[in-house]
């Protein structure tokens, strides 16, 4: 069976690490051409040449910080004057901070909120249109198992992650009959670097790998599902959270990522 990502060319966000890094080697074991969106560009480089050494795929890096207003706009203005047209997006990026919000800095509210919803509906809404022309395409957008109750300490976290969720379930309907797959993907704690900023007491249960997110992801991709959860313990958790109280839900979120308590340092 051919690769999904054969002789398309996929814009991954978030690319430089973790899931969307374990994205960018599928997409390019597939045979499908990268254009590699992170802040660090060095990074990106680095990545695109052994990805190009190793499968003999093109790689396209674009630096860009998500966070910026009108950050998917400069990406696609990039493309166009490349000439580049993408088959496929996957919108990866994301961000987390763990703690409450009374506490929080209102850039890092707003950082999150544009990172994990601006930049992905304005992506979307940037590439969408010509992949309708095409009559083909794909949008693989990250949601999170946050995405199925309010997490108290990760409230705007969860909060735009069952936006992403609800846009993508919406996305699939509209596009059904077009040839364009929209899929939302629902990974639980992975193995990446998101939690060096989130903290580890965000992490709930076993991780899992990038690459058994991906691999799930692109399993579903063949088939005709608006969303799955990654990970057979993930999805039962998610679906329980669904059909139980939401004030018991809320508070099995709240005792699984409740910050640890301070510890008292003896002089």
């Known amino acids: 069976m051919a690769g999904y990502f054969e002789r398309q060319t996929v814009l991954v966000t978030g690319a430089s690490s973790g899931i969307g890094r374990a994205f960018a080697a599928r997409i390019a074991a597939d045979g499908g051409d990268l254009v590699l969106v992170a802040r660090r560009e060095a990074v990106l480089r680095t990545q695109a040449a052994e990805l190009h050494a190793q499968f003999g795929t093109s790689v396209e890096v674009v630096a ?7 950050a998917a706009l400069g990406i696609t203005d990039v493309l166009a004057g490349r000439g580049i047209v993408a088959d496929a997006l996957v919108n990866n990026a994301g961000l987390g901070i763990h703690g409450d919000l ?12 544009a990172v994990n919803i601006t930049a992905l509906t304005e992506l979307t809404a940037i590439l969408l249109p010509s992949m309708i022309a095409r009559g083909r395409g794909t949008v693989v957008n990250v949601a999170s198992t946050a995405a199925f109750q309010p997490v108290p300490h990760m409230a705007v976290y969860a909060a735009t992650k069952a936006y992403v969720l609800s846009f993508s379930r919406a996305l699939w309907s509209e596009t059904r009959g077009t040839g364009v797959r929209v899929l939302a993907v629902s990974p639980g704690a992975t193995d990446t670097a998101f939690f060096d900023v989130a903290g580890d007491a965000a992490s709930v249960g076993n991780r899992r790998s990038p690459e058994q997110v991906v691999t799930a992801t692109v399993r579903a991709l063949r088939s005709d599902r608006p969303d799955i959860v990654d990970g057979t313990a993930n999805a039962l958790l998610a679906r329980i959270a669904g059909r139980i109280p939401a004030k018991v839900a809320i508070g099995l979120a709240e005792r699984s990522v409740r910050p640890e308590p301070a510890v008292a340092q003896k002089n």
Not at 64 to 70: E, I, K
Not at 102 to 113: D, F, K, L, N, T
């Open 64 to 70: 860009a910080d998500l966070s910026v207003p009108g």
């Open 102 to 113: 009374a506490g929080a800095e209102p850039a890092a509210v707003s950082s999150q909120i």
